[in-house]
Nanobody, 121 residues
Framework: QVQLVESGGGLVQPGGSLRLSCAAS????????MGWYRQAPGKQRELVAH???????NYPDSVKGRFTISRDNTKNTVYLQMSSLKPEDTAVYYC???????????????WGQGTQVTVSS
C-alpha cells in the first residue's frame, strides 16, 4: 500500500557531502514521523536522524552538527543532508516513515530498500 524509494547514496571522500532522499507513495492519508537509520556490516541498525510531523528534529551525538534531516510534506519526501563525512559513516542507510494509509485508523512503520553510502579515499 505504501512504497518508499530512496536515492542519493554513493561513494564520497572523507570530508565530502551527500544528500539522501526518500519519497513515499501509495494510499497515504497522513505521515507522522520520518527518520533515517543506518546499518554497518556486523553492527546493529541505529538511528541517524528523526523529524516529527511538526518539524522537531533529533540526532545522535555521532552525527550532530554534520547531518541535517528535513521533509517536504507536499511531496511526502524526507531528506538527509550529510556533510563532513567520515569513514565510520559508511553503512547502508534506510529511511523510515510512519504512515496512516487512506481509510486507515492506525499508523504503521514503513522502510525504504536501503542505499549504500561509502566514505573512502
Amino acid at each position: 500500500q505504501v512504497q518508499l524509494v530512496e536515492s542519493g547514496g554513493g561513494l564520497v571522500q572523507p570530508g565530502g557531502s551527500l544528500r539522501l532522499s526518500c519519497a513515499a507513495s501509495g494510499r497515504i492519508f497522513s505521515i507522522n514521523a520520518m527518520g533515517w537509520y543506518r546499518q554497518a556490516p556486523g553492527k546493529q541498525r541505529e538511528l541517524v536522524a528523526h523529524i516529527t510531523s511538526g518539524g522537531s528534529t533529533n540526532y545522535p551525538d555521532s552525527v550532530k552538527g554534520r547531518f541535517t534531516i528535513s521533509r517536504d510534506n507536499t511531496k511526502n519526501t524526507v531528506y538527509l543532508q550529510m556533510s563532513s563525512l567520515k569513514p565510520e559513516d559508511t553503512a547502508v542507510y534506510y529511511c523510515n516513515v510512519v504512515v496512516m494509509v487512506a481509510s486507515g485508523t492506525a499508523y504503521f512503520n514503513y522502510w525504504g530498500q536501503g542505499t549504500q553510502v561509502t566514505v573512502s579515499s
